[in-house]
């Protein structure tokens, strides 16, 4: 019999590329979302991609109850728990909506998890935990510390889930900390859809690039970096998921906290992936340089060793290919899932 796996914030933009891994690796998926950053449309696409069923229950983590009734319906081998909010800027401006999500319903995650004896976890975590890091490429050791809520409620969870570790040694956890997840499924039907303007680099460039958006601001060009602009460690979200599928395959070989940096290893600056962008879609991306962003750091990228190593899982597809699958699911779906 399959593996049954809850996803929990699976309608979402990384939770909906790595349900379909899953689904075509063998795995049963239900999935767990409030949908307050996403559509289900992103579920029904996956649906039809893999010919496969997936079980969804609209519910919030927060409540426990409900949380609770999926467990007695379902018995499940493992989570991958994605469900949160994200937006670092926001996060700053409600924080306790930021602790209550992230924090309280990860906690009711686990609790359900407990009662219900599945002791299994991947949970999404951030590169954000390494705060502005002394040196890079950043290894797994590096110390750890928050400059936002947002980040907060990451390492926060990460210290919680090594105190549930701790006190209960029947306990797997596999931390990921993901550098900068870009790049969409390679049929283009699904991908990442922000709500109002990006955050994020990669959708705010697509955005000028279809039309929708009139110029990307550059946010500073005075970094030691080689051009002046921030450099990032982008990897492709179907490599970023298919590390969860490999998380998901070796847990029950992996005693009590894994802590595992997703990147590629590589850094490109905002100036690079803008002029990758256009070769890539023969658009012309408007910019103009701004100051800086508040809270951002010159340079961050990955030593992904260890998680080659304990997952056997490399980022496999470079720059053109994050670039063309980002422009394939844009330009097909301009307005995103209402398209
Ligand atoms: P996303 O917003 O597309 O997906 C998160 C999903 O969780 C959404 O579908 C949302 O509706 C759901 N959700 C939020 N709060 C919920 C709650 N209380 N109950 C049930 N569902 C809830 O974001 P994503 O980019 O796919 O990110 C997934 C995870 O990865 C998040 O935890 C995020 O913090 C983390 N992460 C993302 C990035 C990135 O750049 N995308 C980088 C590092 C870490
Ligand atoms: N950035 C930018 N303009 C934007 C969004 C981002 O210049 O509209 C820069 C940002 O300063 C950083 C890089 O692009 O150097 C990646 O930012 P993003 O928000 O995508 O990810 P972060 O690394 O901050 O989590």
């Known amino acids: 019999m399959s593996q049954k796996i809850l996803v929990t914030g699976g309608a979402g933009y990384i939770g909906s590329h790595t349900s379909l891994l899953l689904l075509e690796a063998g795995f049963e998926v239900v999935v767990v979302d409030n949908l307050s950053n996403s559509s289900v449309e992103s579920l029904r696409r996956v649906e ?3 010919d496969q069923f997936i079980r969804f229950y609209k519910v919030d983590l927060t409540n426990f109850d409900a949380l609770s009734d999926i467990f007695k319906e379902h018995q499940f081998d493992a989570v991958v728990h994605f ?6 800027g926001e996060s700053s401006q409600i924080p306790l909506t930021y602790y209550e999500q992230n924090i309280y319903g990860t906690i009711n995650l686990m609790k359900a998890m407990q009662k219900f004896n599945c002791k299994r976890i991947v ?3 951030s590169a954000t935990v390494y705060g502005d890091p002394a040196s890079v490429p950043i290894k797994e050791d590096f110390p750890i510390s928050a400059t936002n809520p947002y980040g907060r409620t990451k390492l926060f969870i990460e210290e919680i889930m090594r105190d ?3 006190a209960d040694s029947d306990w797997q956890i596999v931390l990921l900390r993901y550098f900068n997840p870009v790049g969409a499924h390679k049929s283009g039907q699904i991908g990442e859809d922000p709500q109002g303007i990006p955050n994020n680099l990669m959708p705010f460039i697509s955005q000028v690039a ?3 958006r009139e110029k990307l601001s550059v946010f500073g060009n005075d970094y030691p970096t080689p051009d002046g602009t921030g450099v990032r460690d982008y990897i492709h979200v179907v490599d970023l998921s298919d590390a969860h599928v490999k998380a998901i395959q070796k847990i029950t070989g992996l005693l009590g906290v894994t802590t595992l940096n997703l990147g590629t290893g590589k850094g490109y600056s905002v100036l690079d992936m803008v002029k990758a962008f256009e070769k890539g879609s023969g658009k012309t991306i408007a910019y103009e340089i701004v100051d800086r962003r508040p809270g951002d750091i010159a340079e961050c990228w990955a030593d992904p060793a260890l998680a080659n190593k304990v997952l ?3 980022a496999t597809k470079g720059l053109d290919d994050m670039i063309d699958d980002t ?3 844009q330009s097909q779906n301009p ?3 209402d398209s």
């Open 48 to 50: 039809k991609l893999t």
């Open 83 to 88: 469900a949160g909010l994200k937006a670092v």
């Open 123 to 125: 949970f999404s975590s």
């Open 164 to 166: 549930q570790a701790i």
């Open 210 to 212: 279809v039309g929708k």
């Open 312 to 314: 056997s899982w490399k």
């Open 327 to 329: 422009w394939r699911w």
């Open 335 to 337: 307005l995103g899932y």
